[in-house]
């Protein structure tokens, strides 16, 4: 009886609910109070193309990346498992693509044959990597699980928070969510038209270890002796990858299905036996790669010869705190989100343009939706790439040992919209709310005439820049609240050397 | 002739007619019965649709929101001749302190029946320790979740609207773990936790407050004494700040009228007063440990104004010096004169 439920199949979907559950989960605990130093950036860690393209733009295989040689070592022995077993996306694409079948065994056998379009995934590789070898990591935009995560974070948990309550305490709000919702929608809806859209023509991951198991030793084999040529395995087949004549490795998921889909029993996964078909090796055109690669060549100075936070100073590019000095921050930043998951009050926030187009979707700082917690160092311990250094507390409010706390820019009055400056009404919410101890922000106590009625006394307040660390929450609490009185801007900043405006600070 | 050439071309559209088009398929001629049918229903619906413009016809281009409008219950057990008004107690362990207060005060069970929901407003502000003493003493809100505990409240909850993240203010306060060990519950307030409700105040009318307030039968207020720039003080009456949702630091434009309205709004069953920590500078967020100054008492009793008029010797201030004090008397809230009370001070 449950040798009839132990099939090849069962278990792999077994591991796909798993893993993709444990990517919810790990999403779901990313918070103040769940955290607990689990390994929430597990998914992340484990992806070889963030540990490879990082370690391109800057020579170093940061912490738990390492973690990703499981699966670089994996793949190299057992082929491109992980995009049917593992990755949440493949998983989800997989599932929405059963969603989206016609349930006619003529088309599956369609859908699922190999198509030339496939091999744009190699390109988008090729071109990411050679971006990343000149030090610009784009491959946060493409890579599966910064991709899948930035959308959940961003689009699916407020949506779910939405209608059901209790992930958070405020609806989080995120600047152009929607566009990160869209996109990923589209992508889910493409598998309309072909069955795993993004994994088998987009996915950078795929590629790389579509790269990596072409010299792999256990295989998906066919017996030619054996086989009718019925062309069942086609039916379920998840990559694409042709088993019913000479398997292309490459696009070969390992998904199993072809073996029980095989009324012959003329497919076994291993190595080689002797009536075993011949496998096509990876189907590049090397023309092809040439010219993506002097597109990168070409593209690369294009985009370093724009305005950009790290070309010029961008008033708006405020980095969580612990951010490395920017050119290196946009070597490291795969844009997953995980800071602003994990971020109490929503201020963290997927840029749009603030930081030049390599920035998008990078970590800002909105101050109009939160403020930087005086005592929280979350987002410094969530990044997975080290974008954001690991911060303590101390660290970041500069306590014994440390001499000076970590600004993330100054705040600024505007004189003409501040109620007691411009109006002589009271107020100074700002200096109730500053958390620094002496506080950044003081007032002068002023004797004013109004226009009606006796004299009086009235508090101003002012900012003293060595004080001021730039966390903005007098910008969110302050009562002039569409455009508030006082805003933070990033010069100031500890990480820039650059970047700054009083000469002895 | 005429007759000729009608039958001519009758006989050619009847050519015309059999020579069929591909989509030949016709639309099924009616009879009376269908006809009559098909007119009802076209005449019933476009009937339909003016009756429809005609009840929703409307003036305005949204219709009036008619969100119901809560108003405070009264929280407040009389005063008794029996029992002082106003106990202060001195010493060093919180537990013992709180527990000889509330005896003095003719002890938990006059002002908690059994089975009562009883709401503890502590001051929990801000993401801070308790040394820093910007929140309420921990050990004082565990010590009061325990008396209400022990004097038969059914559900003890403590809730706030911090400033700072609410989750961080509780945990880092201490507070959380500590009114979980003694037998209470944290209630957050979400977005969705705010009720409107009409404060009745000089200028605080209708406001979003915590909906935990209408759902409670008891209300203790635990403020801390702090130092702050603009009121001068934050103590029992400023506290109730810490009910309001929406946009509140509009307040600080009339901070004597607005912490008056607010005292006149919630008048609580018995306020205990933190004066174990005092933040005497850098008020009301602290966050440095030479900003504290150690005094060892709590003050309880009934009665805010004579509470704060008698904490704010802490802080080194006058009465004359902080006016909401002088308001909250003129509005009957109580006096400022405390030393005309019948009061009780121990010492531990």
Redesign the interface.
């Known amino acids: 009886m449950l040798a009839r439920y132990l099939t090849l199949q069962n278990i792999r979907r077994v591991y796909a609910v798993f893993f993709f559950c444990l990517f919810l989960l790990l999403i779901n605990i990313t918070d103040f109070r769940n955290m607990k130093g689990y390994e929430i950036s597990l998914f992340l860690e484990i992806d070889p193309l963030i540990s490879i393209a990082t370690f391109l733009t800057s020579w170093t295989v940061y912490k738990g990346l390492v973690l990703s040689l499981i699966i670089v070592i994996s793949t190299l022995l057992l082929g491109r498992f992980f995009c049917s077993w593992i990755c949440p996306l493949g998983i989800l694409n997989q599932w929405v693509s059963h969603l989206f079948n016609k349930r006619r065994p003529v088309d599956d056998y369609h859908v699922n044959a190999y198509r030339t379009v496939y091999r744009l995934k190699y390109y988008i590789l090729a071109l990411l990597l050679v971006l990343g070898l000149f030090g610009s990591l784009q491959i946060g935009l493409l890579d599966p699980i910064s991709f899948v995560m930035r959308s959940f974070i961003l689009s699916i948990f407020p949506a779910v928070h939405y209608w059901s309550g209790g992930l958070y305490l405020k609806q989080p709000l995120f600047y152009g969510g929607i566009l990160i919702a869209i996109i990923f929608l589209m992508i889910l809806f493409a598998n309309r038209f072909i069955t795993r859209f993004w994994c088998r023509v987009i996915c950078p991951l795929g590629a790389l270890l579509g790269v990596f198991s072409a010299v792999s030793i256990l295989r998906i084999r066919r017996d030619v002796v054996k086989c009718t040529d019925c062309q069942k395995c086609l039916q379920f087949c998840h990559g694409a990858c042709d088993p019913h004549t000479s398997l292309r490795i490459s696009e070969c998921t390992v998904c199993m299905n072809c073996i029980e889909s095989c009324p012959e029993e003329a497919i076994h996964y291993g190595l080689a036996r002797k009536e075993s078909s011949v496998q096509t090796p990876l189907d590049i055109n090397r023309r092809r790669l040439i010219e993506t690669a002097v597109a990168g060549v070409i593209l690369f100075p294009i985009m370093r010869s724009v305005v950009n936070a790290q070309t010029l100073p961008q008033h708006r590019a405020i980095r969580p705190p612990g951010s490395i000095v920017e050119t290196d921050f946009l070597r490291r930043c795969i844009k997953c989100g995980e800071c602003m998951r994990v971020c109490p009050t929503n201020v963290i926030q997927p840029a749009l343009l603030e930081a030049g187009f390599e920035g998008l979707w990078t970590p800002i700082l909105l101050n109009k939706i939160g403020y930087c917690e005086f005592n929280c160092v979350l987002c410094s311990q969530v990044c997975p790439t080290g974008a954001i250094v690991p911060l303590t507390i101390e660290k970041k409010v500069g306590k014994k040992p440390y001499e000076n706390p970590v600004k993330v820019g100054t705040a600024f009055y505007d004189r003409g919209r501040c109620l007691p400056w411009a109006m002589n009404i009271d107020c100074i919410v700002c200096e109730e709310v500053c958390p620094t101890s002496p506080k950044a922000i003081w007032f002068e106590t002023v004797e004013i005439q109004p226009r009606e009625g006796r004299k009086r006394l009235l508090k101003r307040p002012l900012l003293d820049p060595k004080l001021c660390v730039g966390c903005g929450i007098c910008e969110n609490k302050c009562p002039v609240h569409d455009r508030p009185a006082v805003r933070v801007t990033s010069v100031g900043e500890t990480r820039s050397q650059t970047n700054q405006m009083i000469l002895n600070p | 002739m005429e007759k000729e050439a009608l039958k001519n071309v009758r006989t050619r559209y009847e050519r015309v007619t059999l020579m069929a088009s591909k989509h030949k398929r016709t639309e099924p001629m009616l009879n009376r019965r269908q006809f009559l049918l098909k007119t009802a229903v076209t005449c019933g619906i476009t009937a339909g649709a003016g009756v429809w413009g005609y009840i929703f016809y409307s003036r305005d281009p949204v219709r009036r929101r008619t969100e119901r409008i809560l108003t405070f219950k009264n929280f407040r057990v009389d005063d008794s001749a029996e029992y002082p008004s106003m106990v202060i107690v001195r010493g060093k362990s919180v537990e013992q302190m709180t527990h000889a207060a509330v005896e003095e005060l003719g002890g938990m069970s006059r002002f908690i029946s059994p089975g009562n929901t009883v709401l503890i407003k502590p001051n929990v502000g801000w993401?801070?320790q308790p040394e820093q003493a910007a929140n309420t003493n921990p050990e004082l809100v565990a010590a009061v979740v325990k008396e209400c505990r022990a004097a038969g409240a059914a559900r003890v909850w403590v809730t706030d609207v911090s400033?700072?993240?609410?989750?961080?203010s509780f945990?880092?306060s201490g507070i959380e773990s500590a009114v979980k060990q003694a037998g209470g519950t944290i209630r957050?307030?979400?977005?969705?936790d705010f009720v409107l409700t009409d404060l009745k105040g000089q200028i605080l009318q209708v406001w979003p407050v915590s909906r935990f307030y209408h759902e409670a039968d008891k209300v203790i207020n635990l403020p801390v004494v702090k130092h702050?720039?603009?009121s001068r003080c934050t103590i029992a009456m400023k506290n109730w700040y810490g009910i309001l949702g929406g946009?509140r630091?509009?307040l600080?434009?009339?901070?004597n009228t607005s912490i008056a309205d607010l005292a006149a709004a919630v008048r609580p069953t018995l306020t205990i007063t933190d004066a174990t920590r005092v933040l005497v500078r850098?008020g009301?967020?602290?966050?440095?440990l030479s900003?504290v100054s150690i005094e060892n008492t709590i003050i309880a009793g009934l009665d805010e104004v004579a509470l704060d008029a008698y904490s704010i010797q802490f802080l080194g201030l006058q009465v004359d010096d902080v006016p909401f004090i002088a308001i909250g008397q003129q509005r009957g809230l109580g006096t400022t004169d405390w030393e005309s009370l019948n009061y009780e001070e121990l010492s531990l």
């Open positions: 993401d801070r400033i700072n993240d609410p989750y961080r945990a880092r957050f307030t979400t977005e969705k702050h720039s603009l946009r630091n509009r600080h434009q009339e901070i850098n009301p967020t602290g966050g440095n900003d």
